[in-house]
Nanobody, 124 residues
Framework: QLQASGGGLVQAGGSLRLSCAAS????????MGWFRQAPGKEREFVGA????????YLPGSVKGRFTIARDNAKNTVYLQMNSAKREDTAVYYC???????????????????WGQGTQVTVSS
């Protein structure tokens, strides 16, 4: 089970940190990812963190503004959002997968575990 939290309203240029608490599986053996979906748009990859190396991969749309971190002791993955833009407004979902080549993709097709989503709204 994945439980995302931390969403809310943030002004453009502001910061927000999302959290995703995992349970029911061995968190430290799973790659973790974040995706988002805005109204009327397809789901979009926001970033992922590798369970083995700890390396992260973020797309150009958020690279330099967002960071991903994980705390295996707390079974939690975080998405730190800085310099928020209006186009970051979306429902954000965390996800878990044992396959890096599946979670670090544009749509995350086939990723087995998803959280319920948390709304992020960026106001101007």
């Amino acid at each position: 089970q994945l439980q995302a939290s931390g969403g809310g309203l943030v002004q453009a240029g502001g910061s927000l940190r999302l959290s995703c608490a995992a349970s029911g599986f061995t968190f430290s053996n799973y790659h973790m990812g974040w995706f988002r979906q805005a109204p009327g748009k397809e789901r979009e990859f926001v970033g992922a963190i590798n369970w083995s190396s700890g390396s992260t991969y973020l797309p150009g749309s958020v690279k330099g503004r967002f960071t991903i971190a994980r705390d295996n002791a707390k079974n939690t993955v975080y998405l730190q959002m800085n310099s928020a833009k209006r186009e970051d407004t979306a429902v954000y979902y965390c996800a878990a997968d044992t396959l890096w080549g599946r979670i670090a993709t544009v749509r995350g097709m086939g990723v087995p575990y998803w959280g319920q989503g948390t709304q992020v709204t960026v106001s101007s």
